[in-house]
T-cell receptor
């Protein structure tokens, strides 16, 4: 069964610095996708970045990058040059190819950016 | 604007009442899902669909029914509301083909309170 673990309930970062949010996963499916979502205090869920298990390069989307280490089964989110608007809850999620209709989410990490 | 539309945004039910949460998307997404989010926690999958006429159970399906008669609509029915179903409900949809737009688009959520 697929499983996502986020071990950091809360993180603090100084404005303009980089921060890494940890995510480890477990799956027996060789084909899968990894995702990060942002949930601001307003409650909406926003898709940030996607990494496929066969992708050779780490995914990047603007200030977001995904540090994908397949052998370690980790998919950490790196946010560069943090901004006050980055303060939010961040969720890691996974989707297996054999069960692509559903995703499993971690419990989330609350990020607070300090001015 | 294209996206996922959920109604209502807020609802209070009495124990034992039934209701339907509506979800519609206009992006021609094949996959649709319903999640619930309890305070301070991640998302748990209730039901999902990989296409019109095809639905399946997720992690916490008891007390809920779904149907998908069209690609656009995926309503969630609460059969007999219980206080344990107090939560925020999210509908989400996505394309079927892995790639950079493979992440979920979420609705704005329905905050349900059962008294």
């Amino acid at each position: 069964a697929q499983k996502i673990t986020q071990t950091q309930p809360g993180m603090f970062v100084q404005e303009k610095e980089a921060v890494t949010l940890d995510c480890t996963y477990d799956t027996s499916d060789p084909s899968y996708g990894l995702f990060w979502y942002k949930q601001p205090s307003s409650g909406e869920m926003i898709f940030l970045i996607y990494q496929g298990s066969y992708d050779q390069q780490n995914a990047t989307e603007g200030r977001y990058s995904l540090n994908f280490q397949k052998a370690r089964k980790s998919a950490n989110l790196v946010i560069s040059a943090s901004q006050l608007g980055d303060s939010a809850m961040y969720f890691c999620a996974m989707r297996e190819a054999l069960n692509a209709g559903k995703s499993t989410f971690g419990d989330g990490t609350t990020l607070t950016v300090k001015p | 604007n294209a996206g996922v539309t959920q109604t209502p945004k807020f609802q209070v039910l009495k124990t034992g009442q039934s209701m339907t949460l509506q979800c519609a998307q206009d992006m021609n997404h094949e996959y649709m899902s319903w999640y619930r989010q309890d305070p301070g926690m991640g998302l748990r999958l209730i039901h999902y669909s990989v296409g019109a006429g095809i639905t399946d159970q997720g992690e916490v399906p008891n007390g809920y029914n779904v149907s998908r008669s069209t690609t656009e609509d995926f309503p969630l029915r609460l059969l007999s509301a219980a206080p344990s179903q107090t939560s925020v409900y999210f509908c989400a949809s996505s394309y079927r083909i892995p790639g950079n737009n493979y992440g979920y688009t979420f609705g704005s959520g329905t905050r349900l309170t059962v008294v």
